[in-house]
Each structure stands twice: as C-alpha cells, then as structure tokens.
C-alpha cells in the first residue's frame, strides 16, 4: 500500500503554483525580467494548455493526433473576432460577432441533437437489415446513404433555422455588455470569448472527430495533418469571407487582454478539470481505449465515443489557449497555425512524457527556455544557429530519454488520488501478542 | 420486403439515384471539358501528371520507408531539397550534364539518408514509435536551418539552370515540353528498376520478408539492419532525383523547398495506401492531377489548392480507411 505522506500533497502543489504565480507577478511589476521574458513566461503557459489536450488525446486516449495546431487557430480566430468586435465594432455591433457565434454553436448543438432523436445509427442498422435479403449490396448501401443524408440534411436545417432565430434574440441580449462599467464588461467579454474559441475547436473536434477516428493510428495522424492544412489554407483566404480577418495579411487590431493572471488562471482550471477527469472512471475508460482498445469495448465502453469526446476535450483546451495566445500578441497570421509549428506540441508531449501532466507542464516550461534561452546564449553573428542547435538538442534527448523526461510518472496532487483513509480494525490477537510479551 | 409492389419501385428509385450520380459525374467532366476548351483540359491533365510523376518518387522513399519501420520519415522531404541542390551546384558550378548531375544527386542523397538512418533511428528502433518520429522532424528542421546558412546552400531562393535547352512540341494544341517527357521517362526507369529489384533479386525478397515480418526474417538469417539501411539508400536516392526533376520543372530552388512536396508526397503515398509501391504511384497521379486541375479550373484555385488536395484525402479516408490500393487488416484479439 502506497504511503500516505503528513503534508498533503495538494497543498504542496498549491504553494508551488502559488510561489510560482507569485513570483512572476513579483518580477514583472519590480521589472526584474523584461516584457519579452514576461511574454514568454505566458507564451509558455499557455503552450502548456494547448499541449496538456493533446495529451490528453495523444497520451491519455491514444489518439495520434498532428492537427493540435488547427483547433489552437481555431480558437485564436474565433475569440479575437469575438473581442475585437467588442472594442472596434467591425460588424456593426459590439456584440454582433459574439451573438454570431453563440448562436452558431447552438444550432451545430440543436442539429446534432435533432440527430440524435431521430436515431439515425438505428434506422440506419434496420433499414439495412430490412433491405438485406431481397437487395444487392450496393443497393443498400445506397439505400442507407441517401436515406441518413436526407436526415443529416434535415438536422442540419432545423439548426441553421434555431441559430437564425436565435442570433437576433441574443444580439438584443448580450447588447447589455457594451453598458457595463468597461473593466468588468472587457473582463467579461474576454472569458465568453476564451470559452466560445474552446467550445468551437471542440465542435469541430468532435464533427471531425466521430467519423475520422475510425481511422487506425497513422492513418488519423495523417488524416488531422490534413485538417490542419486545410485550416492554415483556409485562414489565408479567410478574407473572402470575413475581411476582417484580413487572410494572408494577417488579422490586426485584437485587444491586449492577456496577462499572467489570466494564462494562470486558464492553466489551473484546466489542470483541475484533466486531473478530475482522468481519475474519474470516465478517465479510466479513456485510458482503456490507449491500451486496448478491443479489450475496452468488451468491457462495454463506448470506444466511438470515447475517442471523439478525449479529442473534443483536447481540442478545447488548445482552442483556449489560441484565445490566450491571440490577446497576447494582438496580431494573427496564418503562418503562425503552420503544419511545422504544430509538431510543438507534439514534442513537448513527448518529450515532457506521454501520460504525465506534470511532464507536459515542465516540457512546455523547457521547451520556451531552450527556444527563447537560444537567443541569448548564442553569441553574435551566430542568430541563425538557433535553429540548427535546437533540434541537436532535441535529438539528443530523444536518444538518452527515450520515453520522454517524466515517463508516465506525476508529482503530488496531479498523481492518482489514494482511495480513503480508512480505520483498518486492528484484530485482537495482533494486540496481545506484542514483541515484549513474546519473550 | 417480399413484397414486389414495394420492391421493386424502390429498386427503381436507387437505380435512378445511381443514374443521377452517373449523369452527374458524366455532365461534370464535359463542362469541365467544354469550359475553356478540350485542348486546355488535356493540358492541365499532361501538367497535373508531370507533378504527379515527381511525387511518386518522394512517394516512394516514404512508402518503402513505412512499410519496413512503420516510421513516418518526415526528414525525406528535406532529402528531396539535397538532391535538388546537389545537382544544382554540378549543374551550374562545375557543368556537369543531366545524367550525371542526377546520378550526383541520387549518390549523396544515399550517402545522407544512410548517416541520418544509422544516427537518429537506429538507436531508436526498440523505442516507442512516436520517438523516432520526434527525431525525424528534429533532423528534419536540422537539415532546412543548417543548409540555410549563409555559407551552406543559403537562405534565399536560388534559380535553377537546366542542364538542357527546353523545347516544346506541340501535338494538337497541346504544348508538351520536353522536361514532361524527361519527367515521366526517368520516373518510369526508376520505378521499373524498384520493382525488378524489389520483385526479382534475392536482396528484395530479404526486403519483402523484412517488410512482412522483421523476427522472423531475422530468424531466416537475414541481415534485417543492413535491409533497413538499405531500403533508407533507395528511398533517397529516388528522392533526390524527385527533388533534381522537382527543380528542373519549377526551377527555383531553396532550403525550405521540400516541405510542401513532401507532405503531398506522403500523403499521396497514404492515398493510395502506404506500404504499397503502385498505390504510392497512383496516389501520386491522383494527387498531382487534383492539384493542377484545381489551379486550372477553380477561379480562387491557386490558393485553395492545399485545401482541396486533402479534402479529397479525408474523402478518400471516410470511404476506404486504408486508401486506395490498402489491404484491410483484420485487428484479431
């Protein structure tokens, strides 16, 4: 049995965090370290964010995933047009985009529900029976395709009608957030907008999701890859459609919201959300899926579900952190959402261990020091090395440590919790019979 | 449903429905015929298979690669960006002609591939898959940063000499330059030479059998290392010739060049099923036509190209999890 330290160990890791929150905080407002250092301080908070999803995916669930970059885009556009229609109005209404959207998500919602009670998955399976013995199987097929389309097609109107319906009520609605005093209104703004970038990469995780993640391993891995091309190509010509958004150009004029207090804050709450969730017995079930995935559905979980609601989470989790990230540089470009740059997060979770948080945490933490630390120990007329003696680096850490620097192990409140204290009755036979009275 | 009065209306009906989709497809591909001419249409196709034959060979390296370590080698794209600079400074240095220049390529490329395989894999091939996988793309970025430097290949866009004049037949209207023709026949060669190699000689029955079962083919005494070294050498070297046609068809050539052609390349290979040379082929094929039929076709083509090529890929996916040419396996407890 596992000992059970004095000193509680989520205490331990509250001083920790809170030393550590302190002292940024500290350093920055007695101007110990300079803003750059300060913005990679939070550039590495909230790589943490986005890395700790895919480790979740990837870690936790067994999902390879390369299309992490393309839910942090996802969030980033989606919450800077959110804030910066707060503060320069580009559609006309302060909260024009923010009802745009909320709406959106709720018809994407109110279609896949419509689905849901038409049970498409069983009339698909009956029809299908029904159909089997008198017809061809390609006639079936057919049969079954046409048929879910017509009520996909139907789901899919009964949602674009809710969000028409619904987007005028909420512009009416939310208009009563451009009259709040102007640091709680922004305050207030800025958390929608943080929360709708999550929950809009985690729609589109989850519709991408179900029907890719039938793929096996690499398969997905490819499959997401491609995602996030198509998201990177999309967001150059973003203009077409929203010119704001400004495409190749690069979106502009999004409000410096982000702070260390904010990147912190996102950082805990998610860190408490993931650890929950993963010694929760849904965690449980997700971690199954890694292992085994036939062992798992035997054991009667819904695997389909499973995966696509671990990579839903995920990618909420990086879309958060693209918000955070777009508030924090003010400036979007596309080649900033890169299919490269989105092997970051990959190497940090692996390099940070697969399955550990605490890893992730740390990797995120190394990661901005040895791109950043680069900078400044290469001496001059050296800059472009950077590059070249970063992957030398990496290269030697994946030779030495070859399952990541954590492995799968947690540091204090972040490990698995121990089941409770509890009385262990002691016999009376045990008690009698004391080593003194032995002799 | 014995019932014909209700079996037979609705087999009318799905017949129909094929025959709309039939009509559709059909009506598709004359508008796009008859929309700026035949002449322009068998154009585009000729150009999209050019391109399509170039990623066959990258393809190639990356299938083979797969098939025997399952291992995703991102760095051949920047094996491919060697070729085409190795055969630049023959070319445009030291005035070597194309056959030499591209035997140069293909020999360095070898060379490289072998290095990178013995250094950054091999320690790795008992670990995770997803560790070799980081190195890949850490030697990778290695690769494109260090040849930037200044006194390597250099950061900028360099432009390309060929080492040929570029004549242009024309056949009906179509302008067909000879670069097709020297694009199509030297991918042609190489890939008739893999599959005698790798069908007809005892080392490609030794790769066939890695392929299929590394323990055991050890256990037939088959030198599995040198196989894995060997199937590296083969890939760069069709890479490096992929990266040499690559520049001798868009002749303008930098460090960071193999990136796109790459991940196509590997996504064709996956398209058509990876592990298998023909299905790396025809992906190629498809995948350079969709391209170039694109830019030709759509108003907004050039830059929605990307985005289109891997809409098909998931497409693709969603229908045949596999790709096209790849075998379904049976996953048994």
């Known amino acids: ?439 | 449903m014995k019932n014909p009065l209700i079996k037979w209306p609705l087999r009318v009906i799905i017949w129909a429905i094929y025959g709309l989709l039939a009509a559709g497809i059909v009506w598709g591909v004359i508008s796009l015929v008859r929309f700026k001419g035949p002449v322009y249409f068998v154009q585009s196709v000729i150009d999209g298979l050019r391109l399509g034959f170039v990623y066959a060979l990258v393809a190639l390296g990356y299938t083979m690669v797969y098939g025997i370590v399952r291992l995703i080698n991102f760095a051949h794209g920047d094996v491919f960006m060697v070729g085409a600079f190795t055969s630049f400074y023959a070319i445009s240095q030291y005035g070597w002609g194309f056959v030499p220049a591209i035997a140069l390529a293909m020999a360095v490329c070898m060379l490289l591939n072998v290095v990178i395989e013995r250094v950054a894999y091999k320690p790795l091939r008992d670990a995770p898959r997803i560790a070799a996988l980081i190195t890949a793309v850490g030697v990778s970025f290695f690769l494109e940063y260090f040849t930037a430097l200044k006194w390597v290949f250099g950061p900028d866009f360099v432009s390309y000499k060929r080492p040929f004049e570029v004549v242009i037949w024309e056949i009906g209207g179509v302008r067909i330059p000879n670069i097709t023709a020297i694009i199509m026949g030297v991918t042609i060669f190489l890939l008739l030479a893999l599959q005698y190699i790798v069908r007809r000689t005892k080392i490609g029955k030794a790769m066939r059998a890695t392929a299929l079962d590394k323990p055991t083919a050890r256990l037939m005494g088959i030198n599995v290392d040198g196989v894995i070294t060997l199937t590296f050498a083969i890939g760069a070297a069709l890479g490096g010739a992929g990266g040499v046609l690559y520049a001798i068809a868009y002749p303008q050539i930098w460090t960071f060049m193999g990136i796109m052609p790459g991940l196509k390349a590997f996504t064709a290979a996956v398209l058509g099923g990876i592990g298998e040379i023909t299905g790396a082929f025809i992906g190629s094929l498809l995948m350079g036509s969709i391209e170039v039929l694109v830019v030709s076709f759509l108003p907004t083509g050039s830059r929605l190209r990307d985005l289109i090529a891997f809409l098909v890929l998931i497409i693709v996916f969603l229908v045949k999890p596999t790709g096209i040419m790849g075998k379904v396996e049976v996953e048994k407890v």
């Open chain 1, 1 to 439: 049995m596992a000992r059970r330290s004095r000193f509680p160990s989520w205490l331990s890791t509250l001083l920790i965090a809170l030393g550590i929150y302190i002292l940024v905080l500290v350093a920055q407002s007695m101007e110990w370290i300079s803003t750059y250092w300060y913005n990679v301080i939070q550039l590495a908070g909230l790589t943490a964010i986005s890395a700790l999803g895919l480790n979740l995916i990837y870690g936790f669930n067994g999902q390879f995933s390369l299309g992490h970059i393309g839910f942090y885009a996802i969030g980033a556009y989606g919450s800077a047009l959110i804030t910066k229609d707060f503060v320069t109005p580009w559609s006309g209404n302060r909260v024009g985009a923010l009802s745009w959207i909320i709406a959106g998500q709720v018809g994407v919602l109110v279609a896949m529900l419509v689905l849901r009670l038409l049970r498409v998955g069983a009339l698909r399976k009956r029809l299908a029976a029904a159909l089997q013995a008198e017809f061809k199987p390609y006639e079936v097929r057919l049969a079954v395709t046409v048929v879910s389309l017509v009520l996909v097609g139907i789901g899919v109107g009964v949602g674009v009608a809710v969000a028409w319906g619904l987007q005028k009520g909420l512009a009416a609605g939310l208009a009563g957030l451009a009259r709040w005093p102007d640091a709680l209104g922004q305050n207030m703004v800025f958390f929608i907008a943080l929360l709708c970038g999550g929950t809009m990469a985690a729609l589109v995780a989850y519709l991408i999701g179900l029907p890719l993640l039938r793929l096996s391993s690499d398969y997905f891995g490819i499959a997401t890859l491609g995602f996030s091309v198509m998201i990177y190509t999309a967001l150059q010509n973003s203009d077409q459609v929203i010119p704001t958004m400004k495409g190749a150009r690069g979106m502009v004029g999004i409000p410096l919201w982000t702070t260390w207090t904010w990147v912190f804050a996102a950082l805990v709450v998610v860190v408490v959300i993931m650890r929950n969730l993963i010694h929760s017995s849904y965690g449980r079930a997700i971690v199954s899926v890694r292992e085994d995935e036939i062992a798992s559905k035997t054991m009667g979980n819904d695997v389909a579900q499973l995966k696509a609601m671990a990579f839903a989470f995920g990618a909420f989790f990086a879309g958060v952190a693209g918000g955070l990230y777009a508030h924090l540089f003010g400036f979007l470009h596309p080649s900033t959402f890169n299919f490269v740059k989105g092997f970051d997060p990959l190497i940090i979770v692996v390099f940070g261990g697969l399955g550990s948080m605490t890893g992730t945490i740390l990797g995120s933490a190394i990661f901005a020091l040895i791109i950043e630390g680069l900078r400044v120990l290469l001496p001059q007329g050296f800059e472009d090395w950077r590059f070249v003696v970063y992957p030398i680096i990496l290269l030697l850490i994946m030779l030495l440590r070859q399952k990541g620097l954590l492995g799968t192990t947690e540091w204090g409140w972040l490990r698995a919790p121990l089941p409770p204290a509890r009385e262990i009755p002691v016999p009376e036979r045990a008690v009698s019979a004391k080593p003194e009275e032995v002799g």
